[in-house]
């Protein structure tokens, strides 16, 4: 996952009073369910309880280009509830059984406006989001395939653990057959030290 130095996730729904719980409302989505579409208009911020969610669009030649990935603690639409324009620039799917809590503007305004600590953690996400999003910009100016890879494993402390090379490609906007050519050329030139699901920069290789 693109961490720019992996930010801790914030659990912002235990700063909530009881009262404030109140104003959340809970929803369950199994494997495979839109939770929103593509351009549909964003009325409430989505906060991921458990689960795994990903935010995903199409190109104009019909591959899949996913835009972020989202787990416990994660939230969505929290820069676009806001916005002069907000609307979804993707696809919100669960790729596995997830519970999801929503709070909607008027609500969102309310706690921000009474709960300092909330507000001061939101702000802290909000923040932490702006950094990745400038890590994916400069990692999108590598055109070269080595030199965005190298910099995708410094983004992750040179240490990147992955599900498979498809769902790695798609992190790093790579497609799957050029990437796994490059590990192969970076483990022969010693660059890398590919484990099952763990890819480490060699040290020894600088």
Same mark, same amino acid.
């Given at each position: 996952?693109?961490?720019? *130095?992996?930010p801790?996730?914030?659990p912002?729904?235990?700063?909530?009073?009881p009262?404030?719980? *109140?104003?959340?409302?809970?929803e369950e989505?199994?494997?495979g369910q839109?939770?929103a579409r593509?351009?549909?208009?964003c009325?409430?911020?989505?906060?991921?309880?458990?689960g795994?969610?990903?935010?995903?669009?199409?190109?104009?030649?019909g591959?899949e280009?996913?835009?972020?990935?989202?787990?416990?603690?994660?939230?969505f639409?929290?820069?676009l509830?806001?916005?002069?324009d907000?609307?979804?620039?993707?696809?919100?799917i !669960?790729?596995?059984?997830?519970?999801? !809590?929503?709070?909607?503007?008027?609500?969102?305004?309310?706690?921000?406006?009474?709960?300092?600590?909330?507000?001061?953690?939101y702000?802290?996400?909000?923040?932490?989001?702006?950094?990745?999003?400038?890590?994916? =910009?400069?990692?999108?100016s590598?055109?070269?395939?080595?030199?965005?890879?190298l910099?995708?494993?410094?983004l992750?402390?040179?240490?990147?653990?992955?599900?498979?090379?498809? !769902?790695?490609?798609k992190?790093?906007?790579?497609?799957r057959?050029t990437?796994?050519?490059l590990l192969?050329?970076?483990?022969k030139?010693?660059? =890398? =030290?590919?484990?099952r699901?763990?890819?480490?920069?060699?040290?020894k290789?600088?």
């Amino acid at each position: 996952m693109l961490t720019d *130095k992996s930010p801790k996730k914030i659990p912002l729904l235990s700063l909530l009073t009881p009262s404030e719980r *109140k104003l959340i409302r809970q929803e369950e989505f199994t494997r495979g369910q839109i939770i929103a579409r593509e351009n549909d208009e964003c009325m409430e911020v989505g906060f991921v309880i458990e689960g795994e969610i990903v935010i995903s669009s199409y190109t104009y030649h019909g591959e899949e280009v996913v835009y972020n990935m989202l787990s416990d603690n994660d939230m969505f639409g929290n820069n676009l509830l806001l916005s002069s324009d907000p609307h979804y620039r993707g696809n919100i799917i !669960a790729t596995k059984t997830s519970k999801v !809590a929503f709070i909607n503007r008027k609500s969102l305004l309310f706690i921000l406006s009474e709960n300092m600590s909330f507000l001061t953690a939101y702000l802290r996400v909000q923040s932490d989001f702006g950094k990745r999003l400038n890590a994916t =910009i400069k990692l999108l100016s590598f055109t070269n395939a080595e030199e965005r890879f190298l910099y995708y494993l410094f983004l992750n402390d040179n240490r990147v653990n992955y599900s498979n090379v498809t !769902a790695l490609s798609k992190e790093i906007f790579m497609k799957r057959e050029t990437l796994s050519r490059l590990l192969t050329k970076l483990v022969k030139e010693r660059k =890398i =030290i590919r484990y099952r699901n763990l890819i480490v920069y060699n040290e020894k290789s600088r």
